[in-house]
């Protein structure tokens, strides 16, 4: 902790005795990840504030230029890693924005439920980590009592409890187990009791709302032309979400509200996503009773592989087999952007198709990225312990940020 | 499409400003991509921004595409979303190194334009921090351009 | 024997000095989270209240190098986080593990690329692999109760004949790795010293090693 002259960048600030340059480093347990913060501070006051991303940098977007459209599906999974379905449904419906094909209705009613559920499940992680680091250690362990509930209902359907790869293009990898839908009746009868018991623990208290009431204030010109979106921006009272404004799959059939926030700080982003979590749990709901008997998977034999009783009688069925898993299907030349509305923001995959199998350019629009831009906004001229809230408040997960 | 109506009108009043500075507009699965000459590039933001009948007042991502056969090889493309009208536009311009950069009219595109700066080596005059992002600093190449292999140089 | 024979009551234990300091150390382990992607959130999963991997091995978790003993190296390990892991791994304090959990971490998983470490043992010496993509909370338990036994099995007070060093870098030459039932592969040399030798020479080695055999060639 010695003192440092820096020299002047910008004419801004003047090289100070008691200035002071601290390194939030990589490894620390409430950056939720490894993000490296570089603070300049005068005492407790932060003067500066500098994220440096990169230290998660897998890769993705040139691993991608080299695979077939169905095996980026499993690189897709670990960007968000806490909600893996809704990055397979956005990138699945970009791939099926280029190609044209539709989707039989059963498989996008259960790609609705499994992606609120999802959200659920990311918005406990946040809770869990967020209200952990301000200093109730406990909330933790409550949240993941809940999340388990939804990751069995993950292990049920493909297996696995956190990168799932459920989703295939045309529909999805196969049809959900019996005893799924007791499965998620039983999660949406249960969830509400736990979420009146985090509300009767978390909102109220007066040390938590002295950390959060008036910190990180971001006004709602300044969320929007940071790019913010998702609940951040959504707490400082700019009524933007895509399943509402712009709907797809079968959103615009569904009623559901969309929580608003007033001051733009962090007690109002955290009680946006609360009351989000009860607003999914109704979605599906609703989503259930919607729910029918029918195929998964699209009628299209250029791009679905074949049923495995045909390919492994008929010659045709096994030859067209064979040529989708060696060869792929091609996508007609031109791009798309195919969005949704995930647990952080908007997350956009841009696709540019050169008629071949593999995508030319894929480009991922990851929220965290730029919600995380928008740190020194909200940490500068506060204190050093708000940059943790801040952190928490705008809910990043660093394989978004640094893909 | 109630979609395309306002888009419409936006590319008449662009067409009207621009002129022949706009190379090409093309639609593909309702989606409308609108190409201009590097020389307008910064002026056609600051007019989509503060014109009322485009009010384009959030950058959604600014990113870049290498094609290397071609003289001015990197395409840079930028998605616009207008919260009020409820319409999206996506601008491209070519470029062989140097464009303008858009920080003076929305300042979300200043990561946007580090990271484009460290995977292709566009360079964005006037950016106020332009320096690597995701890579070390002291990395040497641009490993998201064609001719950079995937296993990179020291594996 | 005869002094000590049949001594003592059932009330005492006798062991060897070793394995008293083994059991203490593998009881008491203090891992440190590095986690750094997708492994990471399972493990935060696992250590809690459904799986309790974690604390019923008493195992607390630290979350600085200088307090803890067990450095659990959890998701993908990039060139701009490696000398980070180092300079982590040199904060510790002997006796110190590593216990690598997850593919990416054993070895760069489908992440082959500029930008990744093809493994964790690249940078520092690994312990205990934990495979999987991410690994199912019972194969953490599994991973933790093998790094259990080979602590217990550790010469700490008796002499150990190999002295590893452990800032030495992982050598890289598969052919000098011994094994068990070591087996010497051929080099060029030895094809070439094969090459100049006479056909008599060669039938005479044959008929030492396969006794029963005549020559083929007559």
């Given at each position: 902790?010695?003192?440092t002259k820096?020299?002047p960048q910008?004419?801004?600030f003047?090289?100070?005795?008691?200035r002071?340059r601290?390194?939030m480093?990589?490894q620390h347990?409430?950056?939720?990840g490894?993000?490296q913060i570089?603070l300049?501070?005068?005492g407790?006051?932060?003067?500066?504030?500098?994220?440096?991303?990169?230290?998660?940098?897998?890769?993705t977007e040139k691993l991608a230029e080299?695979?077939?459209?169905n095996?980026?599906?499993?690189?897709?999974?670990r960007l968000?890693y806490?909600?893996?379905?809704?990055?397979n449904?956005a990138?699945?419906?970009?791939?099926?924005?280029?190609?044209?094909?539709?989707?039989p209705?059963?498989?996008?009613w259960?790609?609705?439920?499994?992606?609120?559920?999802?959200?659920?499940?990311?918005?406990?992680i946040?809770?869990?980590?967020?209200?952990m680091?301000i200093?109730?250690?406990?909330?933790?362990l409550?949240?993941m009592?809940?999340?388990?509930?939804?990751l069995d209902?993950?292990?049920?359907?493909?297996?696995a409890?956190?990168t799932?790869s459920?989703?295939?293009?045309?529909g999805?990898m196969?049809?959900?187990p019996?005893?799924?839908?007791?499965?998620?009746e039983?999660?949406?009868?249960?969830?509400?009791?736990?979420h009146?018991?985090?509300?009767k623990?978390?909102?109220k208290?007066p040390?938590?709302?002295?950390?959060?009431?008036?910190v990180?204030?971001?006004?709602?010109?300044?969320?929007?032309d940071m790019?913010?979106?998702?609940?951040?921006l959504r707490g400082?009272?700019?009524n933007?979400d895509?399943r509402?404004?712009e709907?797809y799959i079968?959103y615009d059939?569904?009623?559901?509200d969309v929580?608003?926030?007033?001051?733009g700080?962090c007690?109002?982003r955290?009680l946006?996503?609360?009351?989000e979590?009860l607003?999914s749990?109704?979605?599906?709901?609703?989503c259930?009773?919607?729910?029918?008997?029918?195929?998964v998977r699209?009628?299209d034999p250029?791009?679905?592989?074949p049923?495995?009783?045909?390919?492994?009688?008929?010659?045709?069925a096994?030859?067209?087999?064979?040529?989708?898993v060696i060869h792929g299907?091609a996508?007609p030349?031109?791009?798309?952007?195919?969005k949704?509305?995930?647990?952080?923001?908007?997350?956009?995959?841009y696709?540019?198709?050169?008629g071949?199998?593999?995508?030319?350019?894929m480009?991922?629009?990851g929220?965290?990225y730029?919600?995380?831009?928008?740190l020194?906004?909200?940490?500068?001229?506060?204190?050093?312990?708000?940059?943790i809230?801040?952190i928490?408040t705008?809910?990043?997960?660093?394989?978004?940020?640094?893909? | 499409m109630?979609m395309?109506?306002?888009?419409?009108?936006?590319?008449d009043?662009?067409?009207?400003?621009f002129?022949?500075?706009?190379?090409?507009?093309?639609?593909?699965?309702?989606?409308v991509?609108?190409r201009?000459?590097?020389e307008?590039?910064?002026e056609a933001?600051t007019?989509?921004?503060e014109?009322?009948?485009c009010a384009?007042?959030?950058?959604i991502?600014?990113?870049a595409?290498?094609?290397?056969?071609r003289p001015?090889?990197f395409?840079?493309?930028c998605?616009?979303?207008?919260l009020?009208?409820?319409?999206?536009?996506r601008?491209k311009?070519?470029t062989?190194e140097?464009?303008?950069?858009?920080?003076p009219?929305?300042?979300?595109?200043?990561?946007h334009?580090?990271?484009?700066?460290?995977l292709f080596?566009i360079i964005?005059d006037g950016?106020?921090?332009?320096r690597?992002?995701?890579?070390?600093?002291d990395w040497?190449?641009f490993?998201?351009?064609k001719?950079?292999p995937?296993e990179?140089?020291?594996m | 024997?005869?002094l000590?024979?049949?001594?003592f009551e059932?009330?005492?234990?006798t062991t060897?000095v070793d394995?008293l300091?083994?059991?203490?150390k593998k009881?008491?382990m203090?891992?440190?989270?590095?986690g750094?992607?997708?492994?990471g959130i399972?493990?935060m999963a696992v250590?809690?209240?459904?799986?309790?991997?974690?604390?019923?091995?008493g195992?607390?978790f630290?979350?600085s190098?200088?307090?803890s003993d067990?450095?659990?190296v959890?998701?993908?390990?990039?060139?701009?986080?490696a000398?980070?892991?180092k300079t982590?791994?040199?904060?510790m304090?002997?006796p110190?593990?590593v216990?690598?959990v997850g593919?990416?971490?054993?070895?760069g998983?489908i992440?082959?690329n500029?930008?990744?470490l093809?493994?964790?043992?690249r940078?520092?010496p690994?312990?205990?692999?934990?495979p999987?993509c991410?690994?199912?909370?019972?194969?953490?338990?599994?991973?933790?109760?093998?790094?259990?036994k080979k602590?217990?099995?550790?010469?700490?007070?008796?002499?150990?004949?190999?002295?590893?060093?452990?800032t030495a870098p992982?050598?890289?030459?598969?052919?000098a790795?011994?094994?068990?039932?070591y087996i010497?592969?051929p080099?060029a040399?030895?094809?070439a010293a094969?090459?100049?030798?006479?056909i008599?020479e060669?039938e005479?080695e044959?008929?030492?090693?396969m006794p029963?055999?005549g020559?083929?060639?007559?």
């Amino acid at each position: 902790m010695q003192e440092t002259k820096t020299a002047p960048q910008n004419g801004e600030f003047q090289s100070s005795q008691k200035r002071m340059r601290l390194n939030m480093g990589p490894q620390h347990p409430s950056t939720h990840g490894v993000l490296q913060i570089v603070l300049d501070l005068e005492g407790e006051v932060v003067m500066r504030c500098d994220p440096v991303p990169g230290y998660l940098h897998r890769g993705t977007e040139k691993l991608a230029e080299g695979k077939y459209y169905n095996q980026i599906i499993p690189l897709t999974d670990r960007l968000d890693y806490v909600s893996a379905f809704n990055n397979n449904v956005a990138f699945v419906l970009a791939v099926e924005k280029l190609l044209g094909i539709e989707i039989p209705s059963r498989a996008n009613w259960i790609r609705m439920i499994l992606m609120e559920l999802q959200r659920i499940a990311s918005h406990l992680i946040w809770f869990g980590t967020h209200v952990m680091d301000i200093g109730a250690v406990t909330a933790f362990l409550y949240a993941m009592r809940e999340r388990e509930m939804i990751l069995d209902i993950f292990e049920m359907c493909c297996g696995a409890r956190l990168t799932y790869s459920y989703c295939r293009v045309g529909g999805l990898m196969a049809d959900t187990p019996p005893g799924f839908e007791e499965k998620v009746e039983e999660f949406v009868k249960h969830f509400p009791k736990a979420h009146a018991e985090y509300m009767k623990l978390v909102t109220k208290n007066p040390i938590f709302m002295d950390r959060t009431v008036d910190v990180g204030v971001i006004t709602a010109e300044d969320a929007i032309d940071m790019g913010l979106t998702g609940a951040s921006l959504r707490g400082s009272g700019v009524n933007w979400d895509l399943r509402k404004h712009e709907p797809y799959i079968h959103y615009d059939q569904i009623d559901f509200d969309v929580p608003l926030g007033s001051k733009g700080d962090c007690y109002d982003r955290y009680l946006c996503r609360m009351e989000e979590m009860l607003q999914s749990v109704r979605i599906v709901d609703q989503c259930m009773k919607f729910l029918k008997a029918g195929p998964v998977r699209a009628d299209d034999p250029k791009v679905m592989l074949p049923p495995k009783e045909l390919a492994m009688s008929q010659a045709e069925a096994m030859q067209r087999h064979f040529v989708q898993v060696i060869h792929g299907f091609a996508t007609p030349v031109g791009e798309a952007y195919g969005k949704i509305e995930a647990s952080k923001g908007e997350l956009g995959f841009y696709l540019i198709s050169d008629g071949s199998s593999r995508p030319y350019r894929m480009k991922i629009r990851g929220p965290s990225y730029v919600n995380l831009q928008s740190l020194p906004l909200l940490t500068e001229g506060g204190m050093v312990a708000d940059v943790i809230a801040c952190i928490g408040t705008i809910d990043i997960v660093l394989g978004e940020v640094d893909r | 499409m109630p979609m395309q109506d306002s888009l419409q009108v936006v590319v008449d009043r662009l067409k009207d400003k621009f002129g022949d500075n706009i190379l090409s507009v093309s639609e593909f699965r309702d989606e409308v991509t609108v190409r201009f000459k590097p020389e307008v590039w910064l002026e056609a933001h600051t007019f989509l921004k503060e014109d009322p009948d485009c009010a384009f007042n959030m950058m959604i991502d600014e990113t870049a595409a290498d094609y290397p056969l071609r003289p001015d090889r990197f395409d840079v493309i930028c998605h616009l979303l207008s919260l009020d009208k409820r319409h999206r536009l996506r601008t491209k311009t070519q470029t062989v190194e140097h464009i303008p950069s858009l920080v003076p009219v929305w300042r979300t595109a200043n990561w946007h334009e580090r990271e484009t700066y460290d995977l292709f080596g566009i360079i964005y005059d006037g950016h106020p921090d332009l320096r690597r992002i995701l890579l070390t600093e002291d990395w040497e190449g641009f490993p998201l351009r064609k001719d950079y292999p995937v296993e990179g140089y020291d594996m | 024997m005869g002094l000590l024979n049949n001594k003592f009551e059932e009330n005492i234990v006798t062991t060897t000095v070793d394995s008293l300091i083994g059991w203490a150390k593998k009881s008491s382990m203090f891992p440190l989270l590095l986690g750094t992607a997708c492994c990471g959130i399972e493990m935060m999963a696992v250590g809690y209240s459904r799986f309790d991997v974690l604390e019923r091995f008493g195992m607390l978790f630290r979350f600085s190098p200088r307090q803890s003993d067990v450095m659990i190296v959890a998701g993908t390990v990039t060139k701009k986080m490696a000398p980070v892991i180092k300079t982590v791994y040199d904060q510790m304090a002997d006796p110190k593990y590593v216990i690598a959990v997850g593919s990416c971490a054993i070895s760069g998983n489908i992440y082959k690329n500029y930008s990744t470490l093809q493994g964790l043992d690249r940078i520092v010496p690994v312990d205990v692999y934990i495979p999987g993509c991410p690994p199912i909370p019972e194969a953490f338990a599994y991973g933790i109760i093998e790094l259990q036994k080979k602590i217990q099995r550790e010469k700490v007070i008796r002499k150990n004949k190999e002295v590893l060093d452990p800032t030495a870098p992982p050598t890289g030459d598969v052919a000098a790795i011994k094994r068990p039932g070591y087996i010497k592969l051929p080099t060029a040399e030895d094809y070439a010293a094969f090459l100049d030798k006479d056909i008599e020479e060669i039938e005479a080695e044959r008929s030492l090693l396969m006794p029963g055999r005549g020559s083929e060639t007559k």
